[in-house]
């Protein structure tokens, strides 16, 4: 649905994207992580052709992003935690205002039935609306004509868990039903993790990884190693192990490229010492915070 190559943008001379290749393939879900200030809000902008890209190359079913028109934005559904709305309409001004723009592909059935379970008031003005009710506001319309590629900026900014909960659910339900394509950028990732098939994890401008969840979580593993003296690290670690701290009796890193058959052979050339060992799988968001501490010893 979307392909993203060398993507680069600068802002008052600091460069935002430093050269991001990124694929969003059809039919699944992909979660776009990283810290703060990575580049991922600047991505999906550039993506959708709300910022010119520096240079590079950006294409959006097929479209060049600086190409896209009614014809496509009537098959995609973007929201993001910054939209701007009328305020001065309600629920249903608001949905009279959008639907003559999706023609043929707005389904008032559907729309009935997504206004229905998001609870919405009918008769309350958007600017007297809870953040969470916006929200459900903006999803209604950005859903209600069965887009190909839906794109979230930041969802659940600002949402209680219960509103968050109540978004996350009816999001996953429509999303296994309909067979849409999902790009969404999100710091709960913990919520994400739930229904996302992919990750993309960007890191100071650039995509540093980008895989099913399934194949991540099945090469990442947290080790522990238990010794009978107190600990000290090598200086031989392989590359593939992260984040190595020694404590007392025990030493723990990341494998990032885990091999059960390999490992305990390594772990004897290399901690000859050490007792036994636990190598536990990781959650989505521990692998997450574990790159995210190794980022911050790697150069640019």
């Not at 007297?128 to 916006?134: A, I, N, W």
């Not at 600002?158 to 950028?185: A, C, N």
Request: charged share 25%.
């Amino acid at each position: 649905m979307i392909t993203i190559r060398s993507l680069q943008k600068r802002f008052q001379g600091n460069d935002a994207l430093r050269g991001v290749d990124l694929d969003i393939p059809q039919g699944k879900v992909t979660a776009f992580l990283g810290p703060n200030g990575a580049g991922k809000t600047t991505t999906i902008k550039c993506a959708m052709n709300l910022i010119d890209r520096d240079s590079g190359e950006v294409s959006v079913m097929e479209t060049d992003a600086r190409e896209l028109g009614p014809k496509q934005w009537q098959r995609i559904g973007y929201v993001s935690e910054n939209r701007l709305m009328p305020e001065w309409m309600t629920v249903p001004k608001l949905l009279d205002y959008v639907r003559p723009m999706y023609g043929e592909f707005w389904d008032r059935d559907f729309e009935k039935k997504l206004l229905a379970g998001f609870e919405l008031p009918l008769k309350t003005k958007l600017r007297s609306l809870s953040r969470g009710q916006k929200m459900k506001a903006a999803l209604l319309t950005a859903l209600a004509y069965r887009p190909q590629l839906i794109v979230l900026d930041e969802p659940f900014t600002g949402l209680d868990p219960l509103v968050r909960d109540e978004f996350l659910t009816g999001l996953l339900e429509l999303t296994e039903t309909e067979g849409w394509t999902v790009w969404i950028s999100s710091h709960d990732i913990e919520e994400v993790e739930r229904f996302a098939d992919r990750v993309a994890i960007l890191n100071s401008g650039r995509v540093d990884l980008q895989e099913d969840v399934e194949t991540l979580q099945a090469r990442f593993r947290a080790i522990e190693l238990w010794f009978d003296d107190t600990a000290t690290l090598p200086g031989n670690l392989p590359e593939t192990w992260i984040n190595a701290q020694a404590n007392g009796r025990t030493i723990r890193f990341i494998d990032t490229h885990h091999d059960e058959a390999r490992f305990s052979g390594m772990l004897v050339s290399i901690f000859p010492g050490h007792q036994r060992y636990e190598a536990r799988r990781m959650t989505l968001r521990e692998i997450f915070v574990a790159l995210a501490r190794n980022y911050r010893t790697q150069p640019y």
